[in-house]
């Protein structure tokens, strides 16, 4: 059984920077596409970032595109969300996901994903 843990998120004036981590049980944690997901209050959970397996295929939404880096180091069994530039607008819950599934389309969709953190909250202030 996957367990995914995210950290790292808190308060931060917006143009500030976050590091989140999220790191996963198993050993198997290699072999799983991962991605970073955010849900703010009223609205859907939307995709921010994922990355491949053996990280060579990266994708971003636009809005996080130039400011937001993921990276996963697998020896630690852990995935990364650098967040620069940061803008109230990206306040959330953000969520750390796995899964399997191949194809562009699914690593940014939900629907690509099978294991789920618990969330962490992420509050940019004006």
């Known amino acids: 059984q996957v367990q995914l843990v995210e950290s790292g998120g808190g308060l931060v004036q917006a143009g500030g920077s976050l590091r989140l981590s999220c790191v996963a049980s198993?050993?198997?944690?290699?072999?799983?596409?991962m991605g970073w997901f955010r849900q703010a209050p009223g609205k859907e959970r939307e995709f921010a970032a994922a990355?491949?397996?053996?990280?060579?295929?990266?994708y971003y939404a636009d809005s996080v595109k130039g400011r937001f880096t993921i990276s996963r180091d697998n020896a630690k069994n852990t995935v990364y969300l650098q967040m620069n530039s940061l803008k109230p607008e990206d306040t959330a819950v953000y969520y750390c996901?796995?899964?399997?599934?191949?194809?562009?389309?699914?690593?940014?969709?939900?629907?690509?994903?099978?294991?789920w953190g618990q969330g962490t909250q992420v509050t940019v202030s004006s």
């Open positions: 990355i491949s397996w053996s990280g060579g295929n990266i």
């Open positions: 996901a796995a899964g399997h599934s191949k194809g562009s389309w699914y690593f940014r969709s939900t629907s690509g994903y099978v294991y």
């Open positions: 198993g050993r198997t944690f290699n072999s799983y596409n």
